[in-house]
């Protein structure tokens, strides 16, 4: 990443978009330009409809951010000390946020446009599709094969997945108010 410059605050426009999805599961939304990489962790968690349960980093090039590890032997740039401008700041760039190393969840997060800091609010989801995959389902794959499972009541694990998920789950379910309303209590 090159050296810190002087940067406007502004407001970005982004799409996070959960790779590999199909349909796409995703969310628009607006977040400030100079919000930190841990603080945008949380509004993504809310945002998609994590539950934080798991690490996670980002991936710009060859360049990874999280939370520093000293029993890990890679280098971890601290999330704390980075801000979204020092990832995107023209439209189209774009980097990975990725959740849950072993279910290995990627959202491909895209800088849309920038918006003068005039907007009422900021995070907020602003539109979306689809309801975010149960946490621990098994990645791409393991959400494929659990909708497989729950909509065909004669698939032989049917009953324990819906009952896993707590009695149903509508997959193209997705309540942006809701949504908004969590993101307005985070405490950034």
Not at 26 to 54: E, P, T, Y
Not at 113 to 131: C, H, M, N, Q, R
Request: charged fraction near 30%; aromatic fraction near 10%; glycine fraction near 6%.
């Amino acid at each position: 990443m090159a050296k810190r410059k002087k940067v406007s605050k502004l407001l970005y426009q982004i799409k996070v978009t959960l790779t590999g999805s199909k349909p796409p599961i995703w969310r628009r939304l607006i977040v400030k330009n100079n919000i930190r990489l841990d603080q945008l962790h949380s509004v993504l968690q809310v945002s998609m409809g994590w539950f934080d349960c798991h690490l996670h980093q980002y991936i710009l090039g060859n360049s990874y951010i999280g939370i520093p590890d000293p029993d890990f032997e890679m280098d971890v740039i601290d999330e704390r000390k980075i801000y979204l401008y020092d990832l995107v700041s023209n439209p189209k760039d774009n980097f990975t946020y990725e959740y849950d190393f072993g279910d290995g969840w990627n959202h491909k997060i895209v800088l849309e446009k920038t918006l003068p800091l005039d907007f009422s609010e900021s995070p907020i989801v602003i539109k979306g599709k689809k309801a975010c995959p149960p946490e621990d389902c098994g990645g791409i794959w393991g959400y494929s094969d659990f909708l497989e499972a729950i909509q065909n009541p004669k698939h032989e694990e049917h009953e324990s997945m819906l009952e896993w998920v707590g009695g149903e789950f509508d997959p193209d379910e997705l309540d942006i108010k809701l949504i908004n309303s969590h993101l307005k209590n985070l405490k950034l």
